[in-house]
Nanobody, 128 residues
Framework: QVRLSESGGGLVQSGNSLRLSCTAS????????KGWFRQAPGKERQFVAS????????YYADSVNGRFTISRDNAKNTVYLQMNSLKPEDTAVYYC?????????????????????WGQGTQVTVSS
């Protein structure tokens, strides 16, 4: 059973940066496409970013494109989310997710249902 653990959340002022990390344990070598999602109070879980297994392809939600960067280090079984120019509307619990189905080395997706494993979430709060 793959387990995902996020870290790096916190309270920051608008315009500042945070970097989230998500490390996989267990048979982590069986996970491929990875992603980040977020959920604000009273709202549905929202796609943020996805990265392919080989790290060569990324995909972002329009709301974060140009401000956030997803990356991965497969040797460390870790995926990162660098968040710059943070805004109050970025406040949410951030979840990392992993897909254990191989769909191609360059596959990325925003579909919640295509991710089989989820972390417990880390809170990001951006004050104005």
């Amino acid at each position: 059973q793959v387990r995902l653990s996020e870290s790096g959340g916190g309270l920051v002022q608008s315009g500042n940066s945070l970097r989230l990390s998500c490390t996989a344990s267990g048979p982590a070598g069986s996970t491929y496409t990875k992603g980040w999602f977020r959920q604000a109070p009273g709202k549905e879980r929202q796609f943020v970013a996805s990265i392919s297994w080989n790290g060569g392809r990324t995909y972002y939600a329009d709301s974060v494109n140009g401000r956030f960067t997803i990356s991965r280090d497969n040797a460390k079984n870790t995926v990162y989310l660098q968040m710059n120019s943070l805004k109050p509307e970025d406040t949410a619990v951030y979840y990392c997710a992993a897909d254990d189905v191989y769909r191609g080395s360059a596959y990325v997706t925003s579909g919640v249902s295509e991710y089989n494993y989820w972390g417990q979430g880390t809170q990001v709060t951006v004050s104005s």
